[in-house]
C-alpha cells in the first residue's frame, strides 16, 4: 500500500511554520534583508524559539529529533517565504551539516557549540570548498599533521556560507582534510573548527550576486591546533562523513527551490489575473496558460521526487531499507532537477510581468538571483550530480578510470 498523506504532526508543523513565516518575513522585509545583507538577529534568535535552528538533532542536543521528511517541509516553508533563499541557506546548512557534526561531536563540542545554534546563538557551517574546487573531495589541499593525540591544520576555505555570521556568533565548520595521502580518499579526517580560534583567518567577504543577507567567504588556517575532543567520528573517514552531509544537504536545498519556485508561481498567478492586455485578463491567454501549465506539472512532478527522497532517507537512517549508494541517486536527482526549475520557473513568470519584471522593484529578481547559486554549485554542481546519476545508474563497473 503507498500512502502519499503527510502525518497530523507534520501537517501542523507546516501550518505553524508557515503561520509564523508569514509574520516574520513578509517580501518587504525579504527585500529590506536583502538590500543590507544580513538577517535580523531577532529573526534568528526566533527561529530558535520555534525549534528551526538544527531541528535533525535529538531533543537532548538541543534539536526536535525531526524526521527528513519534517526538515524537508520546514526547507519549502523557508524558500517560500524567502524566495532568495537566503533564509533557507541558513537553516538547512545548520539542519543537513550540524546533523552530522553532532552525530560525530564529543559532548566538549556539544556544550560549547551546537546546543547554541540551536537557540539562534551561534552558527555551525560547512567549510568544504577551497581556491581549486569543491566537489573533488579527495582534491583538498589542506593537511592535518599529528599533534600529540591532536591535529595541527594547514589550508585555506573559499566560497564558504555565514563567515561573517560565524565569527559574531562565535560559531564553527565541519572541515576535513589528509593527514594521509598515501591513502587517498581514505586518509582524511574530519574535525570542528571554531571559526574565533587563534591560527584563523577570516580571507574575504565575496559579493554573491543573490541570497544576499547571509555572508559568504573564506577562511586561512595557519598552525591551528584541533584537541582530539574537536575531531569528528573516527581518523580516515572524513570522505564519507562529507558525502553524507552533501546527502543531506541536497535534500533541503532542493526543497527550498521548490518552495520558492511555488511563491514565484502564485505571485505570477495573482498579476495575470489582474493584469489586462486587448480588454481582457492575461489569464485567459492560451500562451500564458500552456506556459503556467508546462511549470505546474514539472513543480508537481518534481516535488513528489523530493519527498519520496526525504522518505528514503528517513528509511535509511531508521530502518537501514535503503543504502547510502541508493540515496545519494535520488538525492542528485533532486539537486540537479530542482534548482535548475525554479530558475526556469522566475525567468518564466518574469516574463509575464514585462518591463516591470526587469526592475528591482519587481520581487522575483531576488528569487532568480538566490537559485541560481544552487544550479551553479553550492553543495555540489550539476555535472557532479549527473555523475552520481549516471554511475548509479549504470553500475561501478562504468565508473570512469584514470
Known amino acids: 500500500m503507498i500512502d502519499f498523506s503527510f502525518t497530523e504532526e507534520q501537517e501542523l508543523f507546516r501550518e505553524a511554520i508557515r503561520e509564523w513565516l508569514s509574520k516574520n518575513l513578509s517580501l518587504e522585509q525579504v527585500r529590506e534583508n536583502d538590500t543590507k545583507h544580513e538577517l535580523p538577529k531577532s529573526f534568528i534568535k526566533g527561529m530558535g524559539d520555534m525549534g528551526l535552528l538544527l531541528l535533525t538533532l535529538p531533543e537532548e ?17 523557508m524558500g517560500y517565504a524567502d524566495i532568495s533563499v537566503a533564509s533557507a541557506v541558513f537553516y538547512l546548512v ?24 540551536t537557540r539562534g546563538e551561534s552558527f555551525i557551517g560547512i567549510g568544504v570548498t577551497e581556491p581549486g574546487g569543491g566537489s573533488d573531495v579527495a582534491g583538498y589541499k589542506t593537511e592535518l599533521k599529528p599533534d600529540g593525540d591532536g ?28 593527514n594521509d595521502r598515501s591513502k587517498g580518499h581514505r586518509g582524511m579526517t574530519s574535525f570542528f573548527l571554531p571559526i574565533n580560534q587563534e591560527g584563523v583567518e577570516i580571507t574575504k567577504r565575496v559579493d554573491n550576486m543573490g541570497r544576499m543577507a547571509i555572508s559568504t567567504g573564506g577562511f586561512q588556517m595557519t598552525d591551528v591546533k584541533i584537541p582530539k575532543e574537536y575531531q569528528l567520528g573516527e581518523t580516515n573517514r572524513a570522505f564519507y562523513y562529507t558525502m553524507e552531509g552533501f546527502d543531506a544537504a541536497r535534500l533541503l536545498v532542493s526543497s527550498s527551490c521548490i518552495g520558492a519556485a ?23 491567454y492560451q500562451g500564458i496558460q500552456f506556459d503556467l501549465a508546462d511549470m505546474a506539472a514539472h513543480s508537481e512532478a518534481i516535488k513528489q521526487l523530493v519527498y519520496k527522497t526525504a522518505w528514503m532517507l528517513d528509511q535509511k537512517y531508521q530502518h537501514g531499507t535503503f543504502s547510502a549508494l541508493e540515496c545519494s541517486k535520488y538525492l542528485s536527482m533532486c539537486k540537479y532537477l530542482a534548482p535548475h526549475y525554479a530558475l526556469d520557473t522566475f525567468r518564466r513568470v518574469m516574463y509575464w510581468f514585462g518591463a516591470y519584471g526587469y526592475t528591482e522593484e519587481c520581487p522575483l529578481e531576488m528569487g532568480m538571483r538566490g537559485v541560481m547559486s544552487y544550479c551553479i554549485g553550492a553543495e555540489g554542481s550539476a555535472n557532479i550530480q549527473k555523475i552520481v546519476i549516471a554511475r548509479e545508474t549504470l553500475g561501478r563497473d562504468w565508473t570512469r578510470t584514470r
Open 61 to 77: 542536543d538541543g534539536g526536535s529529533a525531526a524526521d527528513w521528511v519534517t526538515a524537508t517541509i520546514a526547507a519549502e516553508e
Open 94 to 117: 545548520q539542519a543537513s551539516w550540524g546533523y552530522v557534526v553532532n552525530r560525530l561531536a564529543s559532548d566538549t563540542v556539544k556544550e560549547n557549540y551546537i546546543k547554541k545554534a
Open 151 to 178: 591535529w595541527i591544520v594547514n589550508g585555506e576555505k573559499s566560497y564558504i556560507s555565514g563567515t561573517a555570521e560565524a565569527v559574531e556568533m562565535d560559531g564553527g565548520y565541519f572541515v576535513s582534510g589528509y
Open 262 to 284: 511555488q511563491r514565484c508561481l502564485e505571485i505570477g498567478m495573482d498579476y495575470i489575473k489582474e493584469r489586462k492586455a486587448f480588454g481582457q485578463p492575461l489569464a485567459k
